[in-house]
Each structure stands twice: as structure tokens, then as C-alpha cells.
């Protein structure tokens, strides 16, 4: 190993790593340092890495394609790690790792190494990236590799070397672990490792506590061109300078500040706090004005496809095939999501309190709940809501119950009344002699009473009531079916060939005559006026296949 790119901020990690690749490995170690937006000087780094006899030293301004080509892509999306993280850890890794690469190709190195621990996201996220990159690429990464494993251990390592650190304090208490960029900053390590444990106020570094922010709210608006951030209160910004200017302005209301436990991709469970004050009026922001101009179906696509996009991003596939493929995605659905979003800020608190666009689909004269002037028609809603309903409505094990009776005679048996009162529709055939006595049966739906003639004993083919249900027609006929002119069943078919079921009166014995698909039925006397035996009546059920099925129903006639 003649030469090793490190990864090197100028902390505490890196600048023992610095030295300990120099010692294990007996190799020159080149290194870079990335200008991300971390809020503090680079240059520092370059004096450390001098002082350690390095030689080629790389510091580059990375801010505004860190801005324009990962941030802003990701905020497009929307992404959301497990509801909450807003990934600002995550998605500067892939540049970090790209330009590692580039720039051991540049110097002629061997490897490229890290400040990582293996316990952490981190590590994942660097190697992964660099592979896609350059699939033959050596890494190193010490946390793997030796023996220091705590940070005062790292510590003791680091005043044994004469090597200057931030925070370093006499009383060797672990400072927390940071990570900064134009996005957030990030706080591991020390109390936050008891998850029932607050954090202390003095831990956070970009935003005031809310309690303490202005008492005023501020409105803010955010002009929006193909889903990207163009404009601030009407100042026209390059992608990098729109999250500072955002993170000035959230960060003095309390804005931002986030605490929570996730699930690294390594299997552990974490706490980490973040404050990430611009990301947090970005996510409102950028839904506000998509919901103003992106079509619903392709809102709710990118809805469903976020959390894979975002797991992708936090677990280091930024570079993967399938991530690539979903961002055209993504980024083909913002050709029309332009336009200004008014934000009011107040004590940790972001609201959207307006949003328009050339490209809205809103449209007031539809929406309104005053005369449209004709422009929504609600009577289309039924059918809309029937059709949608089909699927609904078929999984129920019955859709309609169907009382069949006739001959009441005046008076109807108890249990015949319970039953007939359970069904969606009651149908009656033959004599009624009064019909008055009907007025005990109250159907769900509706009741189809006809009332036969006692004077005149004929057949009277052809007048009948005809019920419409779902999968077939119930025909009732009028005329009297006494004794010896009664029709036969096949010319009860014949006469009525659209019905599915045939209902008729008078005979007072129950029949069920199925051939085929038809029936021809008579329920019997529910009435018990004359000495017909037990009262009788039939159900008929029809299930959500339009499958029809009659069952006979006889009760005692004492009663």
C-alpha cells in the first residue's frame, strides 16, 4: 500500500486515522476535505494534515453540487426516512465518496479510507457508493481494524501522538459525535445514548428553543420552478444559498429540531438528535405546491414510492440502478410544479398559509359550495359511488333477502311477520280479503301486494308486477289459480320467460318447482283464516355471485 485518499474533516476520527494509516500501513496518505456547508472554516483542516507531514492536500466548495445535485433532487421526492429523519447524514455521503474516488484516480493511490465506525450507517454508505463508482477500489476502514474503541481511548491515542483535537477537555468526557452539512447537524454519543434522557439545551447549535424564538410570526414566500427552489421573497438564489438563507430564517423561530430512534441498516437501533432547519420548511413547502399542480394519481405514485426511494438514499444506494430509475421518474412528474408558497414561521411551528400557480389543477368555480353554475353535475356521483361500491358489495356473504307470502286472510302468523320485517323486499300473492292487515309488515325497502278476487275464479295470464334484483326478475301474478283451471308450471314459464322466479296464490300448499334456472313458486297461506295447516311462507336470498336460492318457511298454525 504505497498511497491512501482519507476521507479527513479534521476532527477527531480522521486525525487520528490520518496518523495511524501512516504508521500501519507505512504509506502516504493524500487527503480531502469536503466544504458541504458544515458552518465552520475548512481551512483549519489543511494546517492539521501540514502539521502531520502531508503533503497533497485537497479542500474543495462543494455546497452548491452538494444543493443542485443531491439535495434537491431528493427533496423532489419528498423523502422521509421511517416518517421523520430527513436523511442529511445520508445523502451527502454519495458525493463525498464519488469525489474520493475521482480523486485517487487523480494522485495515482491505492485505496481510499474513512472515518466510518463499524458500528454505524456511515460505513455502509461511503463503501457502497464507491463500488458503484469503481468497482476495484481498496478501502480501508480502522474502526474495523484496530484496537481503539471509545472515544476516550481515541483520546488517549491522540495526546500520546501530540495530535490537537476539538473539544479535547482534561476531564476526558466524550464529547458528542457531529456531523454537519448545508442540511443539518447531527448529534450521537454521550447522554443522548439513554433514549429516556433529554437533551441539554446547550447540545443544539442552529436553532433557538422554540419558547425562546420571537413571539412574531415571520411569512416567508418560496417561488417553486419544476419542483426546485428558485426564489425567496422574491430574491432570485442558487440552490446553495436558498438553504442558507433558509436556515437563517428557521433556525431563529426554533425551527427544525428533531429527536428520535431509527433503525440503522446495520440492524441496531440508534437516538439520534438533528437539526435540520431549512429541510424541514422544504418538505412542507415542496407538498404545498404539488398539491396545487400534480395530477392525484401520480401524487399518490410518488407517495407510494417514497419510502423505497428513501430507504434506498439512507442505506447508501444513491448510485444503485433502481434509485436512478426512480428519480427520472420523480423527475419527469415536476415539469408543471412551479410556483410561490407563502409560509408563516412561528415558535418551532410551519404552516402553509398559501400557495398558487400558473399550473393549478385547483379550480374554484368546480370546488365551491355555491351555485358552479352547472360546471359538476352531483347527480354522476351515484353511479360513480355504485360502481366503486361493486366490489364492496360483492364480498358480502348476502345482498338481498326476499319474503315471499300470500293468502293472509286477515291475519298473519307471528314469526312470519318477524321474518317478512328482516327482508330488503316483501312480495304478496292471492287474497288479502283486507288489506289492512298488510299494514304489520314494514320491509326494509319496499312491498309488492297483490290482492286476488274471490268472486271470480279465472286465470288472468299476463297481468302481473314484475320486481327487478340483482341477477333476475321475480314476476307476480294477478289472476286467481283455483283448482281445475289452474295453469300448469311450464306455462307459467312460458308466460312469463324474462322472470327468474314465478309467484302465485291461492292453491295455500307450499310449492318449489325449479327447472333450470326458473322457479315456480307458491308460498302458501301465512294466514290462518281458514284450515289450511301450518302458516307458511318462502325466503328468498340472493348472494353477492347473484346466485338465488329458496328456502320454505313453516311455522305452527296455532297462534
Same mark, same amino acid.
Given at each position: 500500500?504505497? !498511497? ?6 479534521g476532527g ?6 490520518a496518523?495511524?494509516l501512516?504508521?500501519t ?5 493524500v487527503?480531502?476535505?469536503?466544504d458541504i456547508? =458544515? ?7 489543511r494546517l492539521?494534515a501540514?502539521a ?13 453540487e452538494?444543493a443542485?445535485d443531491?439535495?434537491f433532487?431528493?427533496?423532489r421526492a419528498?423523502?422521509?426516512?421511517e ?11 454519495p ?13 495515482g493511490?491505492?485505496?481510499?479510507s474513512?472515518?466510518?465506525t /463499524? ?8 463503501e ?6 469503481n468497482?476495484e477500489i481498496q478501502?480501508?476502514a480502522? #474502526?474495523?481494524?484496530?484496537?481503539l474503541s471509545?472515544?476516550?481511548?481515541l483520546?488517549d491515542y ?7 483535537v476539538?473539544?479535547?477537555k =482534561?476531564?476526558?468526557?466524550s464529547p ?14 454521550d447522554?443522548?445514548?439513554?433514549? #429516556?434522557?433529554?437533551?441539554e439545551?446547550?447540545? #443544539?447549535?442552529w ?5 425562546n424564538a420571537?413571539?412574531?410570526?415571520e411569512y ?5 420552478e419544476?419542483?426546485d427552489i ?5 430574491e432570485?438564489?442558487s440552490?446553495?444559498?436558498?438553504m442558507?438563507k433558509?436556515n =437563517?430564517?428557521? /433556525? ?5 429540531r ?5 433503525n440503522?441498516?446495520?440492524g441496531?437501533?440508534?437516538?439520534g ?6 429541510g424541514t420548511i422544504?418538505?412542507?413547502?415542496h ?7 400534480l395530477?392525484?394519481?401520480?401524487a399518490h ?5 417514497m419510502?423505497?426511494y428513501?430507504?434506498l438514499i439512507?442505506?447508501?444506494? #444513491?448510485?444503485a440502478?433502481?434509485r436512478?430509475?426512480m428519480q ?5 412528474s ?6 410561490v408558497?407563502?409560509?408563516k ?10 400557495r398558487?400557480s ?5 379550480s ?5 359550495f ?5 360546471a ?8 360513480f359511488?355504485?360502481?366503486n361500491a361493486?366490489?364492496?358489495r360483492l364480498k ?12 293472509t286472510?286477515?291475519?298473519i ?6 321474518l ?10 292471492g287474497?288479502i280479503?283486507?288489506?289492512?292487515s298488510l299494514a304489520?309488515?314494514t320491509?326494509? =325497502? ?8 274471490n268472486?271470480?275464479?279465472i ?8 320486481l327487478?334484483?340483482?341477477?333476475g ?5 294477478h ?7 289452474q295453469?300448469s308450471?311450464?306455462s307459467l314459464?312460458?308466460a312469463?320467460?324474462n322472470a327468474?322466479?314465478?309467484?302465485y296464490?291461492?292453491?295455500h !300448499?307450499q ?8 322457479w ?9 283464516t281458514?284450515?289450511?295447516g301450518?302458516?307458511?311462507?318462502l325466503k ?11 328456502e ?5 298454525d296455532v297462534?
Amino acid at each position: 500500500m504505497k !498511497k491512501v485518499v482519507l476521507a479527513y474533516s479534521g476532527g477527531l476520527d480522521t486525525s487520528i486515522i490520518a496518523k495511524w494509516l501512516q504508521d500501519t500501513y507505512s504509506c502516504e496518505v493524500v487527503t480531502f476535505t469536503a466544504d458541504i456547508g =458544515q458552518g465552520e472554516e475548512v481551512e483549519p483542516a489543511r494546517l492539521k494534515a501540514e502539521a502531520m507531514g502531508i503533503k497533497e492536500i485537497y479542500i474543495e466548495d462543494l455546497r452548491e453540487e452538494f444543493a443542485r445535485d443531491f439535495v434537491f433532487p431528493m427533496f423532489r421526492a419528498n423523502a422521509i426516512y421511517e416518517g421523520e429523519y430527513l436523511l442529511g447524514t445520508s445523502i451527502a455521503r454519495p458525493l463525498i465518496s464519488k469525489r474520493l474516488v475521482e480523486i485517487a484516480g487523480e494522485v495515482g493511490a491505492d485505496a481510499i479510507s474513512h472515518g466510518a465506525t /463499524g458500528k454505524g450507517n456511515d460505513q455502509v454508505r461511503f463503501e457502497l457508493n464507491a463500488y458503484a463508482i469503481n468497482s476495484e477500489i481498496q478501502i480501508i476502514a480502522p #474502526w474495523r481494524e484496530w484496537d481503539l474503541s471509545s472515544r476516550e481511548s481515541l483520546m488517549d491515542y491522540a495526546e500520546k501522538h501530540n495530535i490537537e483535537v476539538d473539544y479535547k477537555k =482534561q476531564s476526558k468526557k466524550s464529547p458528542y459525535s457531529m456531523d454537519a452539512n448545508l442540511l443539518h447537524i447531527s448529534y450521537e454519543g454521550d447522554l443522548l445514548e439513554d433514549p #429516556w434522557q433529554e437533551a441539554e439545551e446547550e447540545m #443544539w447549535r442552529w436553532t433557538v428553543s422554540p419558547e425562546n424564538a420571537p413571539d412574531k410570526p415571520e411569512y416567508i414566500e418560496i417561488t417553486y420552478e419544476k419542483g426546485d427552489i428558485t426564489a425567496i421573497n422574491g430574491e432570485s438564489m442558487s440552490p446553495a444559498k436558498v438553504m442558507e438563507k433558509l436556515n =437563517q430564517i428557521a /433556525g431563529s423561530h426554533g425551527i427544525g429540531r428533531l429527536d428520535i430512534v431509527e433503525n440503522r441498516f446495520v440492524g441496531m437501533k440508534s437516538r439520534g438528535c438533528y437539526e435540520t432547519p431549512a429541510g424541514t420548511i422544504m418538505l412542507k413547502a415542496h407538498r404545498a405546491i404539488e398539491s396545487l399542480t400534480l395530477d392525484r394519481e401520480a401524487a399518490h405514485l410518488k407517495d407510494e414510492l417514497m419510502p423505497k426511494y428513501a430507504k434506498l438514499i439512507y442505506n447508501g444506494f #444513491w448510485f444503485a440502478p433502481e434509485r436512478e430509475m426512480m428519480q427520472a421518474a420523480i423527475d419527469a412528474s415536476q415539469e408543471n410544479v412551479s410556483g410561490v408558497v407563502r409560509v408563516k414561521l412561528y415558535k418551532g411551528n410551519t404552516s402553509v398559509v398559501g400557495r398558487k400557480s400558473d399550473n393549478s389543477l385547483f379550480s374554484e368555480k368546480i370546488a365551491t359550495f355555491e351555485d358552479d353554475g352547472g360546471a359538476y353535475n352531483q347527480k354522476d356521483a351515484e353511479g360513480f359511488i355504485k360502481l366503486n361500491a361493486l366490489r364492496l358489495r360483492l364480498k358480502s356473504p348476502i345482498v338481498i333477502k326476499v319474503g315471499i307470502l300470500s293468502d293472509t286472510h286477515g291475519v298473519i302468523h307471528p314469526e312470519i311477520i318477524k321474518l317478512m320485517n328482516d327482508c330488503d323486499f316483501v312480495i304478496h300473492a292471492g287474497d288479502i280479503v283486507d288489506e289492512d292487515s298488510l299494514a304489520v309488515l314494514t320491509p326494509k =325497502q319496499k312491498m309488492i301486494a297483490v290482492k286476488g278476487n274471490n268472486d271470480l275464479h279465472i286465470n288472468s295470464l299476463g297481468e302481473f308486477e314484475m320486481l327487478n334484483l340483482p341477477g333476475g326478475n321475480i314476476a307476480i301474478e294477478h289472476g286467481h289459480m283455483h283448482g281445475h283451471i289452474q295453469p300448469s308450471h311450464d306455462s307459467l314459464r312460458e308466460a312469463y320467460p324474462n322472470a327468474k322466479v314465478v309467484v302465485y296464490g291461492h292453491t295455500h !300448499k307450499q310449492v318449489i318447482d325449479k327447472e333450470g334456472p326458473t322457479w315456480v313458486v307458491n308460498p302458501g297461506s301465512a294466514g290462518k283464516t281458514r284450515n289450511y295447516g301450518a302458516a307458511k311462507c318462502l325466503k328468498l336470498t340472493i348472494k353477492s355471485d347473484h346466485e338465488w336460492d329458496i328456502e320454505p318457511q313453516i311455522f305452527d298454525d296455532v297462534f
